[in-house]
């Protein structure tokens, strides 16, 4: 056999022996070690990042969820963090929104960006992945810097304590209006939810967009009904 086709198969048996079953099984084992929820549209684009795994729907424009591990070491850092808006650069355009389809949104609808991995969570991470417009859905403003932002503070807050796993998604349980100047089509989430593993428990939250919730609590729910709503299916994947 000669030699070049020898160096080639000595590099991929390394490169095979390099992956454990549980990463050619779970390619998103670091932030979803008890694999991805069941239900995932297998027509979705996964993304699997240092700082999050993704799954997004190219019919929506929008992330079904984003699963992220915290604990101290990354939640702190010296960085300057800035939202510096860009369209994923690994996904086609057919499939994302790029920053100027939410011109106009605030004024019209009174959305903000939100982001589903939070910004303030990565200092102590490559946080530029963060402002990817795949990880940013349109949310309601009283919602983003309201309730949402304290559930996001008191994941953090457990997240120093040790490590935590976060799934974050988005619901489509009734209409909501479109992006005034997005020039593709999409569909605008009309509510959010968050799965949480933390010291050995498992926390399900969800909130309408137009949510007048003050406490994260009042968002809490049985992870059943959760999966009930966004038929998704996380207790067979051990979270319970």
Not at 3 to 10: D, P, V
Not at 59 to 83: E, N
Not at 96 to 105: C, H, I, N, V
């Amino acid at each position: 056999m000669p030699k070049l086709w020898l160096n080639i198969l000595l590099l991929l048996s390394l490169l095979l022996s390099s992956c454990s079953p549980s990463s050619l099984r779970n390619p998103c084992n670091k932030h979803l070690p008890q694999g991805l929820p069941k239900g995932t549209k297998a027509s979705n684009q996964l993304l699997v990042r240092d700082i999050y795994c993704l799954s997004n729907n190219g019919t929506t424009k929008f992330a079904d969820w984003v699963a992220y591990r915290l604990d101290a070491s990354i939640l702190t850092g010296s960085a300057s963090q800035k939202r510096d808006w860009q369209a994923d650069p690994d996904l086609d355009p057919a499939v994302t929104l790029e920053p100027e389809d939410y011109r106009g949104a605030h004024e019209a609808l009174g959305t903000d960006r939100g982001h589903l991995a939070p910004l303030a969570s990565f200092r102590g991470a490559n946080w530029i992945q963060v402002n990817y417009l795949s990880n940013i859905t349109p949310q309601r403003s009283q919602l983003n810097q309201g309730v949402w932002q304290e559930l996001e503070q008191q994941v953090r807050d457990w997240a120093r304590q040790g490590t935590v796993y976060v799934i974050t998604g988005t619901a489509y349980l009734k209409p909501e209006p479109p992006l005034p100047q997005a020039d593709e089509p999409h569909v605008v989430p009309s509510g959010f939810w968050k799965v949480v593993t933390h010291n050995g428990q498992v926390s399900a939250y969800f909130f309408d967009q137009d949510s007048s919730a003050q406490d994260p609590k009042e968002g809490e729910i049985p992870l059943e009904n959760l999966e009930r709503l966004v038929k998704l299916d996380f207790a067979e994947n051990g979270y319970k």
